[in-house]
């Protein structure tokens, strides 16, 4: 079973930039495929992107397109979120999770995610 940590949230301003950190522990972070989540108040978790196991194949939602960046070492045991041109309606918990199983491949379900980070706060002010 993964353990994930994110960190790197904080208050920035519209038009700026935010690197998000997901450090995970145990012995099968490297065969998961993992995933970006957040959730705003009052609102439903949602999926941002996802990353294979490899790192090679990478899936967005279409509100963050060409802005997110997600990324992976698998010998740092580390997945990362580069946020750009961020909006105020990106502010949410950001959560990293992994697949459920250790699966492999790419997925935007919720439900195919067994391993969750405890969160992290990015707020963006206009």
């Known amino acids: 079973q993964v353990q994930l940590v994110e960190s790197g949230g904080g208050l920035v301003q519209a038009g700026g930039s935010l690197r998000l950190s997901c450090a995970a522990s145990?012995?099968?972070?490297?065969?998961?495929?993992m995933g970006w989540f957040r959730q705003a108040p009052a609102k439903e978790r949602e999926f941002v992107t996802a990353?294979?196991?490899?790192?090679?194949?990478?899936d967005y939602t279409d509100s963050v397109k060409g802005r997110f960046t997600i990324s992976r070492d698998n010998t740092k045991n580390t997945v990362w979120l580069q946020m750009n041109s961020l909006k105020p309606e990106d502010t949410a918990v950001y959560y990293c999770?992994?697949?459920?199983?250790?699966?492999?491949?790419?997925?935007?379900?919720?439900?195919?995610?067994?391993?969750w980070g405890q969160g992290t706060q990015v707020t963006v002010s206009s």
């Open positions: 999770a992994a697949r459920r199983g250790d699966a492999p491949w790419l997925s935007r379900k919720i439900t195919d995610y067994a391993n």
């Open positions: 145990g012995r099968t972070f490297s065969s998961s495929a």
């Open positions: 990353i294979n196991w490899l790192g090679g194949n990478t």
